[in-house]
């Protein structure tokens, strides 16, 4: 089972860099981790995907180490508007909770 | 559409009575999921088609729910003589392809379902 472990929850302040890890010891072979956002009220949205090493888009970073029992979801300089639900999804084929977001991680962002 | 659109967008029900989910993926997208989430939690998967097949079915709670899709457009999510720990948000989300394991999944407003 491709079980994910996230922080509750995380403070920080506009502008800066806020790093959420994710564990997921039983991470499988062909497992892709995929990182969503979700504010009050609305369904989540895509953030990034990766396989491995690290992945980048407009948005944000994904650092996946070569044993790939974590990843990490780096957004730099955060706004207010940041502030929601980042969830850490890895898919296992073998069995169930597939699919499984968990509970994933409430970020607050300050002035 | 523009997205994926759900209907109703909440639904207030009496225990023991059945409810239709109803979910309107982008056009185009062959495959199609359900989820639940309860007040204060994370998402639950439920089931997904992929077409109009359901290959994972793993996450359906009971015998009382049921989901169909026709046509690989719209489908229906059928919780039939409701409990009231069935009170949640259902959401649906599509996405291009069927393999979830890499999909980018677009996500509805769901419904939120309240079962007194």
């Known amino acids: 089972l491709a079980k994910t472990t996230q922080p509750i929850s995380m403070d920080s302040y506009e502008g800066q860099e806020v790093n959420i890890t994710c564990s997921h010891n039983?991470?499988?072979?062909?497992?892709?981790i995929t990182w969503y956002q979700q504010f009050p009220s609305q369904g989540p949205r895509f953030i990034i995907q990766?396989?491995?090493t690290k992945v980048t888009n407009e948005v944000a970073s994904l650092f996946i180490p070569a044993d790939r029992k974590s990843s990490t979801l780096s957004l730099p300089r955060v706004s207010l508007s940041d502030t929601a639900v980042y969830y850490c999804?890895?898919?296992?084929?073998?069995?169930?909770?597939?699919?499984?977001f968990g509970t994933g991680t409430q970020l607050k962002v300050e002035l | 559409g523009a997205g994926v659109s759900q209907s109703p967008s909440n639904k207030v029900t009496e225990k023991g009575k059945d409810v239709e989910l109803r979910c309107d993926p982008i056009s185009g997208h062959t495959a199609l999921y359900w989820y639940r989430q309860s007040l204060g939690q994370g998402l639950e998967f439920l089931i997904y088609?992929?077409?109009?097949?359901?290959?994972?079915k793993s996450g359906l709670p009971s015998d009382r729910f049921s989901a169909e899709r026709t046509g690989g457009s719209v489908s229906t999510l059928t919780i039939q003589r409701t409990q009231q720990e069935d009170s949640a948000v259902y959401l649906c989300?599509?996405?291009?392809?069927?393999?979830?394991?890499?999909?980018?999944?677009?996500f509805g407003p769901g419904t939120r379902l309240t079962v007194l």
């Open positions: 088609f992929q077409g109009n097949s359901a290959p994972d």
């Open positions: 990766g396989y491995k």
């Open positions: 039983n991470i499988a072979t062909n497992d892709y």
């Open positions: 989300a599509s996405s291009k392809t069927g393999d979830p394991l890499r999909s980018e999944q677009f």
């Open positions: 999804l890895v898919v296992g084929r073998g069995g169930g909770n597939k699919l499984t």
